[in-house]
């Protein structure tokens, strides 16, 4: 069956670093368009960044440009998010997501059939 499971969260304090892995299974990983999504208590589930299937473009919120980066690897089946310069308000939950189609709006999180359990981020002042 389909399995997103996400890893690398934690506790960093402010201006530090981590990098998120989301190990894919059970479908095509290849044909997917990948993204990260994220939920801070509450907020709604907020989009993050997104890759498409060759790798080659991707898209970012306004807030974590310059700071994150999505790439992937599509024989170890994963995908990343290298999230830099982190700031308090980056701590969430974060969520890997896999969308069949490509083009259109990545940040809709209708787009998306496939969704993992979810890794803590928590980023301390």
């Known amino acids: 069956q389909v399995q997103l499971v996400e890893s690398g969260g934690g506790l960093v304090q402010a201006g530090g670093s981590l990098r998120l892995s989301c190990t894919a299974s059970?479908?095509?990983?290849?044909?997917?368009?990948m993204a990260w999504f994220r939920r801070s208590p509450g907020k709604e589930r907020e989009f993050v960044a997104a890759i498409t299937r060759n790798g080659i473009n991707t898209n970012y919120v306004d807030s974590v440009k310059g700071r994150f980066a999505i790439s992937r690897d599509n024989v170890q089946n994963k995908v990343y998010l290298q999230m830099n310069s982190l700031e308090p308000e980056d701590t969430a939950v974060y969520y890997c997501a896999a969308s069949q189609s490509e083009g259109g709006t990545y940040s809709y999180s209708g787009r998306y059939t496939a969704w993992g359990q979810g890794t803590q981020v928590s980023v301390s002042s």
């Open positions: 059970g479908f095509s990983f290849s044909t997917f368009v």
